[in-house]
């Protein structure tokens, strides 16, 4: 895709998140941590990773791990357009005995290479998969998605200890900072700002970018290094929709049909503004 | 591979359960398999693993003082394909990296062979941050893990072997130390969800899993020459656990009793109630192990004496409750 194309595709993955979250109807979904990291999805399955839905095995595929496993709502529809899930996949999500529940479950069929939903557990095994890939020789890169509340966990800081100890030069983690938490605002529960430099302490090639620019993301995406890279993208919790942005009550929430309505108008509105 | 024989028991024996597994039985399937890769948390000289990491630099991983992450890495190696074996102390191992065993290996159900060291007294004057009383309780309840328990160093060294070939996340508790007592002498199949039964008796029944079968063995010798015939069987497989043998010789005994350096509560005797509750009409079972409770510090055969668990005092509490 080019850029425009990505941009397109980020729209219509926001879109795609919405409705999804309102079929989940009273269940609710993870509307907050998801709309923020639907540029981060469009630019990565938009061109940045390599993987191919008719070969979802392939050794040299890179692999992606969504360690910040509540942003399925913005995940299932990339896997989807991506052509890992069908529809009927998606129609699934949040009904009984379905495997589309609000985290993720590993299947590599379906393109997903990490069972998430308890957070850190999906870094501290992309470092594990990237030392196996550097083992056994592949070009490949394991990018994972953490998200800057998630940090707040011990086991973030073995893991970047462990990618920097085993010059893990083939690891990309994207923290979703958003700057909220469950509790509130990130500075306010746990301050763990500033990430970048925290990672960099840590050995990380790392850097700050603008989260909802797909431009950016690309940029910073697709750089190399011989360390391990870090790249902070600033995003907002809630992304897309006025009433949901920078809203801690929208982390988990159910949307009713009017809200529904407003937030498919605000999103597709943006689109003609822009 | 490794065959078992008067000799290398001996050996074994002096190694201690780790010492053998890591020292000789890694090395070897190291040379067999170039997928095999051995994890620690910092305790690989304490490990017996400094042999392993001459010869195979490349096929070792040490995750520092990081249990967790240990155990992540190893998720991520086995997806990947690689066969990994990781290692701490039972205590940290369990317990540090409960969710982890979880996750990992129970809910994703990625294989590999985690071993627990340590486990039981056996560390001594160290204390109860190093004890490890409740690990078998805490590992048998996580849907899809194997839980072994060997008696001697060479049935670790087989349990080890057959770990690797499971489909399963294997988790291994290793008790005792060096020179400890040896059980087996013989090659012989340790089949995961088996039991061996080591002396006949038809009076009462005696279920033991660590290195207290030794202990177990020498409190039927003491019965039999209060007239009281005891059998003896190891119960190495925890999970899956072999209940037809335990029904057959609950069906056949007058008493019960259930050993092990763990706590009376969840682990093997947990594990044997649970097999006899389904079934009516059961003699009664008792279950003798380390008490509810944190105990000062001390050697382990003092550990062993206050718990009970000495030859002289397992007989006594059988003689007490027939």
Known sequence: MNINEIKIFAKQLRLDALELAFKGGKNGAHLGGGLSTVEIFAVLYGGILNIDPKNPKDENRDRLVVSKGHCVIAYYPALYHKGFLTKEDLDSFETDGSAFHAHALRNIWNGIEFSGGSLSLGISFAVGQALACKKKGLTNRVYVIVGDGECDEGLVWESAMAASQYMLNNLTVIVDCNGLQYDGKTADVMNNAPLSERFRAFGFDSCDVDGHDCSLLIEALSKKSDKPICVVAHTVKGKGVSFMENRREWHHHVLTEEQYKQAVEEVTGNDRIE | ?322
């Open chain 2, 1 to 322: 591979m490794i065959a078992l024989n008067n000799i290398s028991a001996r050996t074994f024996s002096r190694l201690g359960q780790r010492g053998a597994i890591f020292g000789i039985a890694a090395c070897e399937a190291a040379k067999e398999d170039s997928k095999f890769i051995l994890l620690t948390a910092d305790l690989a000289q304490l490990s017996g693993m400094d042999r392993f990491v001459g010869m195979f630099p490349e096929q070792f991983v040490n995750a520092g003082i990081a249990e967790q992450n240990m155990l992540g890495m190893t998720a991520g190696l086995s997806v990947e394909g690689y066969h990994p074996v990781a290692s701490t102390y039972a205590t940290f191992l369990s317990m540090r990296g409960c969710e982890q065993m979880r996750h990992y290996f129970g809910y994703m159900h990625l294989k590999a062979v985690l071993i627990g060291s340590g486990a039981g007294f056996s560390q001594g004057y160290s204390g109860n941050t190093h004890y490890t009383i409740e690990d078998l309780s805490i590992v048998r309840a996580i849907p899809n893990l194997i839980v072994l328990s060997p008696a001697d160093a060479g049935a670790a060294v087989l349990l080890f072997c057959e770990a690797l070939k499971s489909d399963s996340a294997v988790y291994m508790r290793l008790t005792g130390g060096l020179n400890s007592p040896i059980i087996y002498k013989e090659d012989r199949q340790f089949r995961i969800g088996g039991s061996v039964k080591l002396r006949e008796g038809p009076d009462v029944a005696i279920l033991v899993t660590g290195t207290v079968v030794d202990s177990a063995l020498k409190a039927a010798e003491i019965l039999g020459n209060d007239g009281i015939s005891a059998s003896v069987t190891d119960i190495y497989s925890i999970k899956p656990i072999d209940k037809q043998r335990i029904l057959e010789i609950a069906s056949s005994s007058k008493a019960l009793f259930t050993v092990e350096e763990h706590s009376t509560i969840g682990g093997l005797g947990g594990a044997v109630s649970e097999v006899l509750a389904k079934n009516g009409n059961m003699p009664k079972l008792v279950r003798l192990g380390i008490r509810d409770n944190f105990d000062l510090a001390g050697s382990y055969e003092s550990l062993i004496r206050q718990n009970r668990l000495t030859p002289e005092l397992i007989a006594q509490d059988i003689r007490k409750n027939i």
